[in-house]
């Protein structure tokens, strides 16, 4: 059975950080790409990170300098780094893992950005 599960999120206030986690199982984590996407209320899911088996990441400009995604295939885990959080970074997080021919998403963990 495929999972993957978030944790991490919460409430914080702006300029705070916060650390997600993803993780997979079920399924081979190590040659899955994966990502971290994020949809705000009224808004369309949008891609945050992303990283290759081999390490390779790639941001949206939007949270470029502030954030570090990051994998440990040993733990099947993959991580999200969120510094200095902004309120407009309020959404629900999702993971995903992506292969050739099929990809799975979590259940997503919300973010809240907030004074």
């Known amino acids: 059975q495929v999972q993957l599960v978030e944790s991490g999120g919460g409430l914080v206030q702006p300029g705070g950080s916060l650390r997600l986690s993803c993780a997979g199982s079920?399924?081979?984590?190590?040659?899955?790409?994966m990502s971290w996407y994020r949809q705000a209320p009224g808004k369309e899911r949008e891609l945050v990170a992303s990283?290759?088996?081999?390490?390779?990441?790639n941001y949206a400009d939007s949270v470029k300098g502030r954030f570090t995604i990051s994998r440990d295939n040993a733990r099947n885990i993959v991580y999200l780094q969120m510094n200095s959080l902004k309120p407009e970074d309020t959404a629900v997080y999702y993971c995903?893992?992506?292969?050739?021919?099929?990809?799975?998403w979590g259940q997503g963990t919300q973010v809240t950005v907030s004074s």
């Open positions: 079920g399924f081979g984590f190590s040659s899955y790409y």
């Open positions: 995903k893992a992506r292969s050739l021919v099929t990809e799975y």
């Open positions: 990283i290759g088996y081999a390490g390779i990441t």
